[in-house]
């Protein structure tokens, strides 16, 4: 039996989706598995390199499929590069695809479960819809299919029925396991699975043995930080505004981390506010990354409250593993803040809520001794419940079953509910 792992990055690559699947890819071939990874030949956001056509990384075999490399920066550049991965995924997959084969198929570009699950349907397969992001309900609450009602019903009709195909669903997060519930589809063929992060990959840094924090001079300041995709899902002005209420603490400084879609606006809006004391910085190597994330001494992470269901921001499981405290900046009954609130690790505000988030950083700032008991619970939660070697165990057990000759599987509740 081979296991296909399906998805548009992978290794090189350090997109949020590609470390996943190659972090999941690389533990099951050490547990034995057979595994392939189909991706495209693209570094995110690098138009100018093409990476080989095949290649074994570490014992994953890799096919990367060839694509026009339109990138992201317009919307039809990036349809096109969508649309020639599902074709190509397509005739792949039903060309080197048998019936005792298991395909794990992830959600980028979005709908590739549609397309996938004709091939393997034909193929007599079984799929594991691995879904990161929810689409097209992502899409709609942003507001894309504002005047496109009908195409989003059709296509969210077309995801679920991919989801009923022989295997299982694999959620993030309990809210999206129900919201796809309501959707029709079986509880059955629903799991919740957490991401994770790898606890001997990112691990803290004193403050004085980083030399990130020297180099960008942030030694003797209390460091703010956001680190990862400026995306449209996530809200910046409750963070600027808080900006701009400190600009006059020099002991108070933003580190901003990172690029996507919303970086050039709060750059600029950052310039325009004359906000000396935020910094940023791009998305650092691989190598970089605990010095990185360990660079803040608390981190912001945020999220859209109407995303709650169909997004989980992973660059939280990154802020744990780097054992800082979590300032969360959104719904205070979403998926993270229930677990800051449980676990003691971090703080909730709501969207547009400066003051709760000046005084919240203040207090971080004025008593390090419950700052530091927070890293240590952020650090304890991440080799307790969000390791990565609990979420192996969890996905080789999900793989054993579906080997099995059971008809359905039961869900397999994982992680914390608080």
């Given at each position: ?161 991919s989801l009923k195909s022989p295997g299982i669903a694999v959620c993030p997060t309990g809210k999206m396991a129900a919201y796809l519930e309501r959707q029709g589809l079986p509880r059955s063929q629903l799991i919740v699975m957490h991401h994770w992060s790898d ?27 956001y680190s990862g995709n400026f995306g449209r899902a996530h809200e910046f002005q409750t963070l600027l505004k808080a900006a701009q209420r400190l ?172």
């Amino acid at each position: 039996m081979k296991l296909i792992l399906v998805n548009r990055y992978f290794f090189p690559d350090q997109s949020a989706t590609s470390r996943m699947t190659t972090s999941i890819a690389l533990a099951l071939v050490q547990r034995g598995f057979n595994v392939t990874a189909l991706a495209s030949r693209e570094i995110h956001n690098q138009r100018n390199i093409v990476l080989p056509a095949e290649e074994v990384a570490t014992g994953v075999r890799v096919k990367r499929l060839t694509s026009p490399r339109f990138g992201r920066h317009t919307v039809m550049g990036r349809a096109v590069d969508y649309l020639c991965f599902h074709l190509f995924a397509f005739f792949w997959l039903l060309r080197n695809v048998s019936a005792e084969d298991l395909a794990i198929v992830c959600t980028d570009p979005p709908f590739l479960s549609v397309t996938s699950a004709i091939a393997l349907r034909l193929k007599g397969a079984t799929m594991v819809n691995w879904i990161m992001d929810l689409f097209p309900e992502t899409a709609v609450e942003l507001g894309f299919f504002r005047h496109w009602r009908l195409p989003a019903r059709l296509a969210q009709k077309a995801r679920n029925w991919s989801l009923k195909s022989p295997g299982i669903a694999v959620c993030p997060t309990g809210k999206m396991a129900a919201y796809l519930e309501r959707q029709g589809l079986p509880r059955s063929q629903l799991i919740v699975m957490h991401h994770w992060s790898d606890q001997e990959e990112i691990y803290p840094v004193p403050p004085d043995r980083n030399s990130l924090r020297a180099q960008w001079g942030l030694n003797d300041t209390f460091v703010v930080g956001y680190s990862g995709n400026f995306g449209r899902a996530h809200e910046f002005q409750t963070l600027l505004k808080a900006a701009q209420r400190l600009k006059d603490r020099a002991d108070i400084r933003f580190l901003l981390i990172g690029g996507g879609h919303q970086h050039a606006a709060v750059t600029e809006t950052a310039r325009l506010l004359d906000l000396d004391n935020v910094v940023f910085k791009p998305l650092q190597p691989l190598a970089n990354l605990s010095e990185s994330l360990s660079a803040a001494d608390v981190h912001l992470v945020s999220l859209l409250p109407e995303l709650e269901h169909c997004i989980i921001p992973s660059k939280f499981y990154g802020i744990l593993a780097a054992g800082r405290p979590t300032i969360f900046i959104g719904d205070p009954d979403g998926e993270v803040p229930r677990v800051l609130a449980a676990t003691g690790c971090g703080r909730s505000v709501p969207i547009g809520a400066v003051d709760d988030l000046v005084t919240t950083i203040c207090e971080m700032r004025d008593k390090p001794e419950i700052r530091a008991e927070m890293g240590q619970r952020a650090r304890q939660l991440l080799t307790t419940e969000y390791s990565r070697e609990k979420a192996v165990d969890a996905w080789c057990t999900l793989i054993t079953r579906l080997q099995s000759a059971t008809p359905t599987v039961s869900p397999l509740p994982q992680g914390i509910s608080p």
